[in-house]
Structure formats: C-alpha cells, structure tokens
C-alpha cells in the first residue's frame, strides 16, 4: 500500500508539466549560478536583496535582447571577478577543485580493493574456540537454547 | 548579583573540569580508584555549575540588564520575552555556554552508562570528554564570556538577529550544536577502550553503537530542522543549498553513518577494529571542524551570525585531536587485530566496507570543496567561489550509488554468499526498479538522470518491503496471523527492523529531493491587486496587501486567494518583515503543502500603490522529506531499544577472563 502511495505521488506530481516560458527556465537557470555580490552565501536566485533583484532583471534583459548564457556569465565575471560564479570554472587555479575529487574516488577504491585483499589473507587472531572443552552437559544445554530459540512461534 | 555567581560558576568548572581530565587519566594510568571516583563526581557536578551560570543569563536577559555585553549585543527592550531562549544562544559565547552545559549532561549520561560495563576504559573515556569540556570552557573563560561586564552600560541593546525570530530557530540550532558536539560521547568511548588496552575486546561496542547512534538522530534532526527552516524562511523555495556551514554539518552526519553501520560488523563478526576506530576519529575531527567552520568561518555563508574570531582555536583544537588520536591508534594498533578475516567480496561485510567508503568519499569531497576557495585564496590569492553546481556534479552521484548499496546491500549474507545467493536476494528488488522505470517513462518522465533516480529508490523499496512480506509470510505458515506475524518479525531483531524504518525515510528524503530538484516550477510574477493568475492549476487572486508596523519592524503583507480547479485552498498571507535597525529583510513564504505537492508563494518586492513581484513554486513531494523526520526517528529508536538476548556460555565469565579470550 505504502509503495502504491509512493508511485502514485510520483507520477501525479512529476509528470503535470507546467508551461514555463523558456525564457524564463532559461533565466531561473542562470540565476542559479550567479552570486548575490552582497548577501554572503547565496545565489541572487536564493536572494531577495533589492542588488539581487536587479541582477535578475539585468539577465532577464540581457536574454530578451538574445544574449547566450555564456555572455552572460562573462558579463557578470568582469564586473565583479569570477568568485561571482558558483560553480568554479573548469580552468586555470579552480581546475584543480574538479580534478581532485574523481582522483579520491579512484584512490579511495583502489585502497579499499587492496585493503580487501589484505584482509582476505591476514592473520586474526585466535579467539580460543578451539581450546574451550566444553563439557559435555554444556552443549547439550546450548543445542536446547538453540532449538528452543529456532522452533518458539 | 547574579551575574557574578554566574561569572564564579564558569570559572570554578573550568577549574573543575581540569582537574576532572588530569585525575581521571592519572587514575586511569596508574590505577587509583580514589582519583578516579573524585573525577567522576567532579563531572556529576558540572551540569549543576553550568545550570548556575545559565540561569544567571538568562535572568540578565529577563530584566534586560545591559550591563552585561552579550545581553546588550543580542537583545533589546523590544525583543519578545519568548526570544530570550533563541538569544542565549544567537550569538558566539552564550552558544558556546549552551554546548558546554549540554555537552556536560550528555557526558554524565554516558559516564553512568559506561561506568559498570567498562570499568577498565572508563577512566580513559571521562579524561577525553573531560578534556573537551575544559576546551570549550576555556575559550567561554577567557576570550568570550557571556557573562562579562561592558564598562558603560547602554540604554537599549542592539537586539536580535531577524532572522532567528523564527520558530525552526527555536530548535534547529540547539539541536545541530547538541548533534555536533554529541559526536564527542562516541569517540570517547571508542579512544578509551583503545586507551585502555581494551580494543580487542568487543566489549565497548554495544554501548558505543548506542551512543553513535543517538548521536546520528540528534545529527540527523539538526540538518532536517535546518533545511526546513530554510525552506520555510529563507524563501527561496530550497530547503540546501550546499552552503559551508550546510556542509560542515553534513559531513559529520557522513561520517557517523559510516560510523553506526561498521560498528554492526565489529558487534557481529568481531572485525574492522581498526577501521571502527579511524571512522570515528575522522567523525569527530569533522564535527570540530564543523564547529571551525560555524564559528570562524573563513567561508562566506548565511550563518555568519555566530561569527567569531576564534576560528582558529576550534582549528588548533582539531589539528591537536587528530593527531593524538592518531598517535594513540599507531601505538594501540597491535591490540586491534581483528578476530575473524573477511571471507569473501561476496559478503555483508564487504557491503559494508563498500558503504563505509562511499560515505568518506562524499565527505571528503565535501570537505574539499569548502576548503578550496580557502586555498586558493592562500596559495592563489584568487577568488573562488564552489557552490551548488559543483557539489550537484560531484557528490550527486555518489549519493545515488549509496541509494543502491543501501537497496542491496542488507539482503547479502554474512560471511560469504554464492552468486546464486545473490542472484535470489536481488532479483525481486531488481525486478521493481526496472518496472519503476518503465512507469515512469511510460506516464511521461523524459529526464533520463530523474529516471535512473527513481529506479534506484524502486530498487531500495522493494527489498525492503519484500524482506518484511516474505518474514511475514514464514511465520504465518505457522499460523500466526498477519499482524502479529509482522509484529514478531521485526520486534525479534530490532537492530535490522529498525534500519529498515530509517532506510524508507532515507528513502522519502531521497525522493522528495530527486523530484523536487528535477521538476519544480517557478516563475517570478508582477501582480496589481486584483490581478488572477494562473499556474499548474492552480488559480490565485491577489486580493489586497497592507502594512503592518511592529516595535522593531515593518510587514508587508499580501492576501491572495488559491483555488485548484474548484477545490478552495483558503487565503494565503506570504509577507516580509523589514527589520528597521538592522535593514535587514526577512521573508516568509506562505505554503499550501500536501503529499502531492507544495504550492509555495514568496514575496519578492513590494511597492507603494500595492503592485509587488512574487514567486510561485511547484514543488512536488517536498511533503515526505520532511514526513521523513518523524520516521527516521522513530526507525532509530525502535533500533536501539533494548531486546532480551538468550545467551548460553561454554565457559564461565571467570574462565574466560583468565584465559584472557
């Protein structure tokens, strides 16, 4: 039933498609990765300061006068420097932020692979069970627990 | 009058606290019992000093005496009298005082339930929690005292930050500090053990997954109370936004993960020792880092209001831990050597293993990309900012992997499983994601990254909902009925079930996340009043604003009326608060949310003659991340109740003992 109500939700919800302009997916887009200059850590989408406003206005502008998304994001690196973007560029200094994290998966993965494999073959340490002896009513009274335990309802 | 107790109070549990770290560890060294018991009472006796100092500021705010300066900075006469709660912890040193005496309650709860079963690592455990306690009232002694006097005392405070007059604020942060700091009780226990020669013996690890545990739901809340509070208040209709302080909370939470999952194999299979101890070594250096990040950030982020200077105190803190505990580990490795070896990559343990390791790398990743901007300002003297869309590439599809290992990972065996093992354990689940699939596609989802997402949370569900029918349907060829059939099945082993629980409410999570980041709509609209306007359904009649004028600020209101074809949804009042003194403004989006989806309308810009720009949202299943809370609680909790075990020994305790197994 739970997983009826689940599917339910996701078909109904994700598949009424709402008729957004383009331009205006296109503009909410680039506001995603467009710094608010003036509010510390958020986008001038997040941002409801007047600066950020205005920042909206100017890409919804610079759209309609048939500007590319990449101009755009130009436009707004020479005015206030490229930390204005907040996905780093894919150059110079910043390249390093892209290329260090697929580097740890691999290592990391490479690590655990021979980490495996020199589990596999390590000594342990012995936990004694071969030097216990148990009498012989001991193990009788632990196959009863056992049993009991496997055939209680 | 009473600040000065209050004052006293602080300084005498520094002092304490102090003796408390060295006595313990002496006694535990060189085994005096007198020393030992004296520590102990001594911690017993910390909440009560620290109640002390408390109520002491509180009182300070209660009668607005702006004598004292954190009073003066984070409060006014106008302040509401229920914000007194907030403000003692809004700002940097009365935060720092709220962690002390939350810390030393948690220390006490964890001391008397370490103090019979671990005799020989307690010591150990109370010196290490001890010494962070004396850390943080250190720093709360002498460079931020929330009780020191200002030298003229000024007629009015400068009041509270707006954005905390928020009911989310009233527990989002006290509960994330509390989470942060709560990693602490853990890592105590686990260090001690080790400390004390005792880590190859498994005995601290029932009570260390505990107490992991606990610290993980507090971690959890913290986050899930944040992002609600976000989603709620921050109004821009997100509830994360990758943010640094965002993630410096997430990373811990990854880490502990990491944490409560192997501790199970240690708990089982008497392995990963070792491995047990680096996860939470790295744990608690990230949620001191955590706390760094918070505190001193050197990273712009939207927390900024507990902003300190002694950034680089919880840095030093943190290098210095790390490297002790690294120490400790290289010189107690011998005594880690696991009992039992991995078998086969064919096992739970390797799932395990596999699981841990993609938690590190998400949390590592994130460390990186908050760090970085760091760097390559030092190294660069560049600018960098890393946001959202880095972290959307990079950690997204980690976490999707982790969906997967969390669908499959429970259903492989211990020890080792055969192909065809697997093959049986899997192909229901796999079956669904498939079928999840194709319904998807079929009704008209196209984006194939949404698609893949969902198959991936179809896979997860339906193992867990077929191990529950197929358990179900063993017992009841027994003859019991359904339900007591089900009741059984999961009350028998209540650490699995309960993982189940909190794995459907990482599942909810994970499905209000995927759908709400692939398929929201949002459009910014310019409306007059009296102007309709039609979106995904949903009609809405802005009917009329007006203007409230407060004490401390002004409201901007908007009326609108929402109808969905020709059911009423009642009248919506989305407003801001502009914050005179601090020109700040702060939004308050209005939410008619339900399972299917919210609708969501903010404020954006209000104009004179009423004209103002709102944003519409469709957000679709945002409803179950937060129904998730409650679930993963309760999932956690259903874990770690206690279970009757029905145990048999070969050989006496004694016996054991002395053959020192």
Known sequence: ??????????????????????????????????????????????????????????????????????????????????SILLSPPRSGVSLVVWVIPPIIVVLSLLILIMAIKSMRRNKVRSDGLEQINPSPEKISEYSKTLEKIINEP | MFVEIGYIAIGVSFALSTYISIASLVGGIKKIPELIVSARWGLYSLPFLLLVAVIALVNAFITNDFSVRYVAENSNLAMPQQYTWVALYAGNAGSLLFIAIVFSLLAVAAILS?????????????????????????????????????????ADGQGINPLLVHFGMFIHPPVQMTGLVSVTIPFSIAIGAMLAKRGGRDEWVDIGRIWGMISWLILTMGLLLGSWWAYTILGWGGYWAWDPVENSALMPWLAMTAFIHSIMVQKRRGMFRMWNMVIII????????????????????????????????????????????????????DNLISRDKL?????????????????????FITLWGSVFPVLAKVINGTTVTVGEPFYNVVVGPILLIILVVMGIGPFFPWRRATKSNIYRAIRVPLAAGILTAIIIIAVGIRQPLATLAFAVCGVAAAGIFNEWFRGTRTRMRKGEP?????????????????????????????????????YS???DITMQPGDTYEIGGYT????????????????????????????????????????????????????????????????????????AIFRILLNPLVWWMWAAGPVMAIGTIFALTPQKRISVRLISKEEENKRNL
């Open chain 2, 482 to 518: 359904v339900w007591i059939a089900f009741t059984n099945l999961i009350t028998r082993n209540r650490p699995r079930y309960g993982g189940y629980i909190v794995h459907l409410g990482i599942l909810m999570l994970a499905i209000g996340a995927i759908a709400s980041s692939f």
């Open chain 2, 521 to 523: 709509t949002q459009q």
């Open chain 2, 114 to 154: 370490i103090r019979k079963s671990l005799p020989h690592s307690t010591p150990y455990a109370l010196a290490l929690m001890a010494l962070v306690l004396t850390f943080f009232l250190g720093i709360i002694c002498f460079m931020a005292n929330p009780l020191e006097r200002l030298p003229i005392t000024p």
């Open chain 2, 282 to 333: 790295v744990a608690f250096t990230l949620s001191l880092m955590g706390m760094f990040i918070n505190r001193g950030g050197p990273v712009p982020s939207v927390h900024s209001f507990a902003q300190s200077t002694m950034g680089w105190l919880f840095l030093m803190f943190m290098g210095v831990s790390l490297f002790g505990s690294l120490i400790a580990f290289l010189l107690r490795m």
């Open chain 1, 1 to 82: 039933m739970i997983p009826a109500i689940f599917f339910t939700a996701i078909t109904v919800s994700c598949s009424s498609t709402v008729d957004v302009p383009y331009s205006v997916e296109r503009a909410n887009k680039l506001n995603e990765t467009v710094m608010c200059p003036v509010c510390p850590g958020e986008s001038i989408d997040q941002s409801q300061n007047p600066l950020a406003l205005q920042m909206r206005d100017i890409i919804k502008d610079k759209l309609n006068q048939g500007w590319s998304d990449q101009q755009i994001k130009d436009y707004f690196v020479e005015k206030y420097g490229p």
């Open chain 2, 343 to 363: 078998e086969s990559l064919l096992s739970r343990e390797s799932m395990f293993l596999f699981q841990n390791v993609l938690f590190l790398i998400a949390a």
């Open chain 2, 540 to 611: 809405l009649s802005y009917l009329d604003s007006y203007q409230r004028k407060y004490s401390d600020r002004d409201e901007f209101i908007g009326e609108f009326k929402v109808t969905k074809g020709n059911k009423d949804l009642g009248l919506m009042y989305p407003k801001q608060s502009f914050y005179r003194e601090f020109r700040i403004n702060a939004t308050h989006a209005a939410i008619k949310s339900n399972p299917i989806e919210d609708f969501y309308i903010i404020p954006s810009e209000f104009s004179n003659n009423g004209e």
